[in-house]
């Protein structure tokens, strides 16, 4: 397997795999996500992966062809009265392709995103997870994370 930065050419299996994540969250909260769509179009994967405050890895196997992903953003914490000033890496968004999961490739895009993070500086890496998701809550805190706060919602008209 090889860890690399996602290329214009990997802008099809990155759709494939979006869509995968989409349905699973439309399963999870169809109040809130479109089944048959995807979090990025085309056009948006172009620009993203232009952008040097956007980190987007690809695993790949042996011919090159995408496993998984991960959409990272380089974030800083501004300096604030009650805030320690810090940069940090956000985790956008990070799959596996449901045919490969628990093969260890989410470990090893954790593991490229830690040592990048690392390497920029970085005091945390932090990303949120839906409530439903326990799948991807169990990988996260199998790999350490752990929660830093919750976002709370109250659904008007039910």
């Known amino acids: 397997m090889n860890i690399r930065t996602a290329e214009e050419k990997d802008i099809d299996r990155i759709l494939d795999l979006l869509s995968q994540v989409l349905e699973i969250h439309a399963a999870i909260r169809p109040d809130y996500f479109k089944p048959g769509t995807t979090k990025y179009s085309r ?3 172009n620009t993203m992966l232009k952008d040097d405050n956007r980190l987007i890895y690809v ?3 042996e011919n090159d062809s995408v496993m998984g992903y991960a959409f990272c953003e380089i974030r800083d914490q501004k300096h604030r009265d009650n805030l ?6 956000y985790i956008d968004d990070l799959c596996v392709d449901k045919k490969l999961r628990g093969k260890h490739i989410g470990q090893e895009l954790f593991n490229h995103v830690r040592q990048k993070a690392k390497e920029l500086g970085c005091y945390e890496i932090s990303l949120n997870v839906w409530e439903g998701n326990d799948n991807a809550r169990r ?5 350490g ?6 976002t709370m919602e109250f659904i008007l008209g039910q």
């Open 84 to 89: 320690v000033p810090f940069r940090s890496v």
């Open 145 to 150: 994370f752990k929660p830093r706060s919750t």
């Open 139 to 143: 990988f996260y805190e199998n790999i």
């Open 43 to 45: 056009e948006e994967l």
């Open 59 to 61: 695993a790949a196997d």
